[in-house]
C-alpha cells in the first residue's frame, strides 16, 4: 500500500472515531437536556418520604424506586444464572472439546445468539403458560422467569467470549503453568483466566447491559406497570425498561415525557456503577487467582 493509501485509511480511521464518539455526545446531551430538570427525589420516590421508601415501611406508586430495585434484581438474577453456566460452557469449548464438537457446539451458540430477543421471550411466556397449566397454577410470569429469560438470552455472548479468551492466551502463557507441575485444571485457574480476566469482563459487561436494556423479553415475562419493590421471585415486578417505553408511548404530558428521559438517565447511571463495580472486581478476583494456590 503506498503512502496515500495509508493516509487515507488513516484519515477514514480517525473520522470513524470522531463520528461513534460524537454520537455518543450527542445521544448523552440530548437524553440530559430532555430528561435533567426530571432528576429529583419526586421522580424517584415520590410523594412516599425517602426514608420510608428506603426501609420499605411504605410502597412507592408515583416514582420509579421500585422499577429501579426491580431492575437491579433482574440484573442479579440474570447474570447470576449465566456467567457460571457461560464460563464452565466457554471453557469445555476452548480447552477441553475436540474440533467437531467445537464446531457443532459453535454453531448452536452462533444462532443462539441470533435469535431476536422478543423470540425468546415469547418461549419464556410458553413455557410458563405450559406449566401453569399442567404443574401448578401458581406458576405465573414473574421475576425469575424474566431472569432465565434473559440468562439463556445473554448466555452465547459469555459463552463465545470465555472461548475466545482462553484460546488467544499466548502459548508461552498457556505453558508455564504445565511445565511446573500444574495440572490441567489448576492451569486454567491460575494461569489462563487471570490473563484472560480483561477480555471475560468485556462479556459480562455486554451481558450486563443487554440485561439492563432489553424490554421485549421481561414485557412478556412479567413486567408490569405496578407492582412494587419486588419482595418474592414468583410475581410480577417494575422495571426501568418498561416504564420508559410505557412511559414513552402513553405520556399526556411534557411533565410525564420528561419523567421517561429521566428514568433514561437514571438507567445509564445504574449501568455505569455496575459496570465500574464489575472492573474493580476483576482486578481483585485477578489477585486471588495469581497468588492464591
Known sequence: MNKRGEQAVYTLSV???ILLFGSLALLLSYLV?????ALNLSLIFGSTPMVDALLLKRQVFDGIFPAMAGTLA???LAIGAAVPVGLLAGIYMAEYSNAFTRSIFGFLFDLL???PSIVVGLFGFSVILFLHHHVSQTLVPSLVVAALS???LVLPYIVRTTQ???ETVPQSVRLTGIALGATRLQNIIHCLLPQSLST???GIILAVGRCAEDTAVIMLTGAVASAGVPDSLFKGFEALPF???YTSSQYTSETELAQGFGACIVLLIICATLFILASMIQKKARHILLYTH
Request: proline share 0%.
Open 164 to 166: 475466545i479468551a482462553l
Open 200 to 202: 471475560l469482563l468485556g
Open 33 to 37: 437536556f430532555k430528561g435533567f430538570n
Open 74 to 76: 433482574l440484573i442479579v
Open 150 to 152: 434473559l440468562a439463556f
Open 243 to 245: 416504564f420508559i417505553y
Open 113 to 115: 445468539s441470533a435469535i
Open 15 to 17: 473520522l470513524s472515531c
